[in-house]
């Protein structure tokens, strides 16, 4: 069993700046891959970004250029910097992590804009 925890959400203004972080209980330099994933109230979970176990990283079209994924091995810790902050990014963020055959899930932060 993986535990995730997420940190990092916040109110924030439109144009504004958040960095989440999501910290596993075990080392993350073997898992397939880490990523973010957000749902909006009345809307279904949506793929955010992701990093692989290369480095590699993907984007969902509507973040591109403004958001960034990392990840420290060190800290066994993935990190989403969000900037340009949109009222569309409103939602609450949740990290999973693979590792073959399994899917683990953080339990979420809140990330509020403020038009």
């Known amino acids: 069993q993986v535990q995730l925890v997420e940190s990092g959400g916040g109110l924030v203004q439109a144009g504004g700046s958040l960095r989440l972080s999501c910290e596993a209980s075990?080392?993350?330099?073997?898992?397939?891959?880490m990523g973010w994933y957000r749902q909006a109230p009345g809307k279904q979970r949506e793929y955010v970004a992701d990093?692989?176990?290369?480095?590699?990283?993907g984007y969902a079209d509507s973040v591109k250029g403004r958001f960034t994924i990392s990840r420290d091995n060190n800290k066994n810790t993935v990190y989403l910097q969000m900037n340009n902050l949109k009222p569309e990014d409103t939602a609450v963020y949740f990290c999973?992590?693979?590792?073959?055959?399994?899917?683990?899930w953080g339990q979420g932060t809140q990330v509020t804009v403020s038009s």
């Open positions: 999973n992590l693979a590792l073959w055959p399994d899917l683990y």
């Open positions: 075990r080392s993350i330099v073997s898992v397939n891959s």
């Open positions: 990093i692989r176990q290369i480095g590699t990283t």
